[in-house]
């Protein structure tokens, strides 16, 4: 099985990614946004980081990389694609996850650990998760509060305390119902706002990424 | 060409003199353009550079020393390690955001022109109080340009420093600090090459953006109407710079290129010249060639122009295409702009003729040595005889205030706007003593901790700066790392004061004497003059950047839980409070003459920490610094709720500064083994206390404070001053 990793100009979370799925066993190759062939790949994950600067808005100019196509192809096809942080407003962007993610309600980067509660254990990334499982994941984003629209998305994980329970202070961005982490329809395509391989070794915030990014291989 | 051009470029007359009997004739408008740069105070070092020679710049691991785009030492196993400091203290006063953006945009430069990958960013930022709105906006849009920029280019931001004090209010200082891991075959320095050699000009267009930004905004003071100089600020564009970083390192993997020369301070005059100059070469540089965002600009504009993300490779014209193809992968713009050539000559053309002709080594050789007037300050005496006593107060509400004040409080507002996570190297992040990355692939990791004191340095410059130089050794050793070499940014006054070359001066030595004594070279820095306003200097304000070696990486730092012993370890504190955060917050005095270091004592408590870190585990330590061990215990406790139960404590002991101490913290039944450690590092060490269920401070039985009182006053005094200062 193969992970292919796109890399936008601008991406910075490509490494990390590799090195966290690499400690779980996976077979990673880094894709280049030109690039206009997906065929091989078993899983694709748009990672973290700030494609083409983020300018415009995040994600917005990311969506006509050449890469971009066949990665609506795949998931299409039904091949799981994961969204990190810059990665899901790519797919926000792309069409491929309903909603957008706007700046954060106190208008200041965040970077820390939050709580995040899983929600559903059907998608990608959380079926070796227990339902109502609380995780502690780091955030980084300027632009990570989401807003539905008028769609009406599948919510994979929710900001939440750390006993679980939902509340305005533990929603640290202004998520509209604290949304963390989004589905489509079929399953196959998950978002989420915080890094999981940011959690996946000893001397980390916890290993909690761990059971995403194993869910997300195993799925 | 007007008659007085030299002086609004900022030569003086002497200057502009000098370069007639170079050239043999006047300077065309382009050559002054050049050297009005290129001798800027910010350049050319010429008020330092004849005290900065006598610093301790050598040691076997030192590959590249001072001189170079950064400093460079080996960390064994075919790694190495650059290191850089710089500061952007003008720019961030007239614009703070772009200021500070584009100062880490060009410490960035520094480190990856060296072949490195920058792995981490530090900042030393300092502002008036934050009482006073215009220091809140300008901390917000500080620390708003360095996440921007830092955030968005991809190295995390590990740590630094923030103080607020009102010698800072006209003057902040933005100071910015990288380090970059590379092979060693990796190494690339900023040389011409033979002659023959090709320039190429990467990244972005030339503008007419921070034209003259060393020589009229970094090497002047303000006075009213600072605003004015908004145009000599530069404007940052983090992706570019991403996008040129991946590029370059590309290019060194691939060994495409002879040399590298970032632009920054002084623009194209600096690259084309310094590089050419080091390589003992001359070098065609043709100004029609220069990609550039503006039509119409001038030969002096594109000479002088500091707009950022750009770099000059110098290479064999075998690679030239191989250098512009993978430019054009990383989708950055490449010009071939220049032709090294035999000989001395920098020749410019422009407009197919040549308009400028130099010999290449004036610009950076004969810059101007100034030996300035130094004055030993007649108040000095004055200062030192200073023996009032504070009148002391409740250790509790002591306590209570220092926590409030934004210096010691909790700068997590601050670090949380920074990604500090990137790369997965984090093991000690923001808000300790030093950070600590691992390096992957090799068993080491390496420690970084900054620091800073202008009132300590104001009392007396020379203990001050071997101070920070012991205190810097000992913020590494407690996360585990031995002290390996130093960079340092002297942020001072008016060089044209006396009395601020006299504080310069004596600083030098202090940091001098105590790399000395601790073995540990200088491999880069940046003077930074000129911090003053309408006449008034700030202190004497030099930052210490330690970079520290742990090989092995010690175990993971422990947790702070009940049940720990507490011990002190270092010197005794005597009763001195010169210079101390309790004797300028709590009492408003600043006077005394500070304690200075002792060489042995610190070599021991080094070595103490070092091995507390290595061998006990679950074992926490934290150095004893700004307000005194009863602030640092605090900071210990704050954060894991927990409580502590302690020994009287009198008042100098427990808010006194004194050099060389640290606090251990292990749990019970390890204590034999940490007092056996210091006893063989010949170190003091002693009992103070135990943490405790009870979640309470507790002194001596009778002074008693809520932990969560405390957290809740160290939480909110920056977050809560800027919250409710956002409507002013």
């Known amino acids: 099985m193969k992970v292919g990793i796109v890399v936008f100009p601008g991406t910075n979370c490509e490494r990390d990614v590799a090195h966290a799925l690499g400690l779980l066993g996976a077979d990673t190759e880094l894709v280049w946004h030109r690039e206009t062939n997906l065929d091989g790949f078993d899983r694709i994950v748009l990672p973290g980081g700030f494609a083409h600067g983020d300018y415009l808005r995040a994600g917005a100019i990311a969506r006509f990389s050449p890469v971009m196509g066949p990665v609506a192809d795949a998931a299409a096809a039904g091949v799981p694609v994961l969204g990190i942080c810059n990665g899901f407003q790519v797919l926000c962007e792309a069409g491929l996850l309903p909603g957008a993610l706007i700046a954060n309600r106190d208008l200041r980067f965040i970077c820390r650990p939050v709580h995040v509660r899983v929600e559903s254990t059907t998608s990608i990334i959380t079926r070796a998760a227990r339902p109502g499982q609380v995780l502690r994941i780091p955030l980084n984003s300027y632009e990570g509060n989401y807003v539905p629209g008028d769609s009406a998305p599948i919510p994979v994980l929710r900001y939440c305390e750390p006993d679980g329970t939902a509340s305005d202070a533990a929603n640290p961005n202004g998520s509209i119902d604290a949304i963390a982490g989004v589905t489509n329809a079929a399953g196959n395509v998950v978002g989420l706002m915080p890094h999981p391989e940011r959690a996946v070794e000893q001397f980390m915030v916890s290993t909690d990424g761990r059971v995403l990014l194993e869910s997300f291989l195993a799925s | ?728």
């Open chain 2, 1 to 728: 060409m007007t008659t007085d051009l030299h002086r609004r470029l900022g030569m003086t007359d002497e200057e502009f003199a000098q370069v007639g009997a170079i050239l043999g004739r006047s300077p065309a408008d382009p050559e002054l353009a050049m050297y009005s740069v290129m001798w800027s105070e910010h350049c050319s070092y010429k008020s330092s550079r004849a005290f900065l020679r006598d610093l301790p710049t050598e040691a076997p691991w030192v590959v590249v020393g001072p001189g170079e785009n950064a400093g460079v030492v080996d960390i064994g196993d075919g790694w190495l390690a650059a290191i850089r400091i710089e500061s952007h203290n003008h720019p961030s006063f007239v614009e703070p955001y772009q200021g500070a953006a584009t100062g880490v945009g060009g410490i960035l430069r520094d480190v990856f022109t060296m072949g490195a990958r920058p792995i981490g960013l530090w900042n030393q930022i300092r502002f008036g109080s934050l009482d006073d709105p215009h220091s809140r906006y300008l901390l917000g849009g500080v620390v708003a340009g360095i996440a921007g920029y830092g955030n968005a280019v991809g190295v995390p931001t590990l740590g630094g420093e923030v103080e607020f004090d009102d010698t800072y209010r006209g003057n902040p200082l933005v100071n910015v600090m990288c380090l970059g891991i590379l092979r060693r075959d990796q190494l690339v320095l900023g040389t011409a090459g033979p002659p023959g050699s090709i320039a190429i000009l990467l990244g972005s267009s030339t503008g007419r953006d921070g034209i003259g930004g060393a020589s009229v905004l970094a090497s002047t003071g303000f006075e009213e109407g600072a605003a004015t100089k908004r145009p000599s600020v530069q404007v940052g564009d983090p992706y570019e710079e991403k996008k040129l970083i991946e590029a370059c390192l590309e290019l060194y993997e691939r060994g495409l290129v002879v040399g590298v020369q970032d632009l920054g301070a002084a623009g194209l005059s600096c690259a084309a010249s310094e590089p050419t100059a080091r390589a003992g070469a001359g070098l065609d540089l043709d100004l029609d060639a220069v990609h550039c965002r503006e039509v119409g600009m001038t030969a002096p504009e594109l000479l002088m122009s500091e707009s950022q993300e750009r770099m000059m490779a110098f290479v064999d014209p075998a690679h030239v295409d191989e250098v512009l193809a993978v430019a054009d992968r990383w989708e950055i713009d490449a010009s071939i702009v220049g032709t090294v050539r035999e000989g001395d000559r920098l020749r410019v053309f422009h407009g197919g003729r040549i308009v400028a002709d130099l010999p290449t080594s004036s610009l950076s050789e004969d810059a101007p040595l100034l030996r300035r007037p130094i004055a030993r300050p007649d108040w000095i005496d004055a200062l030192w005889d200073d023996q009032t006593r504070p009148v002391e107060t409740d250790l509790v509400e002591t306590l209570v205030a220092l926590l409030d004040h934004p210096s010691l409080g909790d700068p997590s507002w601050i670090y949380e706007q920074f990604d500090h996570m990137l790369f997965l190297n984090t093991v000690a992040g923001p808000g300790l003593d030093a950070s600590l990355v691992r390096v992957r692939g090799t068993s080491k990791g390496l420690a970084v901790s900054t620091d800073g004191d202008g009132a300590l340095c104001h009392l007396d410059p020379r203990r001050g700066g071997a101070r920070l130089v012991w205190e810097a050794a000992l913020n590494v050793a407690v996360v585990g790392a031995r002290p390996l070499a130093i960079v340092d940014n002297l942020n001072f006054g008016n060089p044209e004061n006396p009395e601020v070359m006299w504080q310069f001066t004596e600083t030098l030595a202090g940091l001098s004497a105590g790399c000395s004594d601790l073995g540990v070279p200088i491999v880069g820095g940046n003077v930074s003059f000129y911090n003053e306003t309408d006449g008034a200097d700030i202190y004497p304000t030099p930052v210490v950047g330690m970079l520290g070696l742990a090989d092995p990486m010690p175990p993971l730092r422990g947790s702070v839980a009940p049940g720990m012993a507490i011990l002190v370890c270092g010197p005794a504190q005597s009763t001195n409070l010169a210079g101390s955060a309790v004797q300028t917050i709590v009492h408003g005095a600043h006077g005394g003459r500070p304690t200075n270091v002792d060489p042995d004592a610190g070599e021991a408590s080094i070595g103490t920490a070092v091995r507390i870190a290595h061998e006990i585990g679950g074992g926490v330590l934290h150095d004893i610094s700004k307000g005194g061990a009863l602030v640092a215990l605090a900071e210990l406790l704050m954060p894991a709720g927990v409580g502590a139960s302690l020994s009287p404590t009198p008042y100098t002991h427990a808010f006194g500064e004194d050099p060389h101490r640290f606090l251990c913290l292990v749990p019970a039944e390890r204590i034999e083994e940490t007092v056996r450690i210091a006893v063989e590092e010949r170190s003091r060490i002693e009992l103070w206390g135990a943490t405790t269920g009870a979640p309470e401070l507790s002194i001596g039985h009778t002074n008693v404070v809520p932990v969560r009182r405390l957290a809740a006053v160290w939480r909110g005094a920056i977050a809560d001053r800027i919250a409710g200062g956002s409507g002013g």
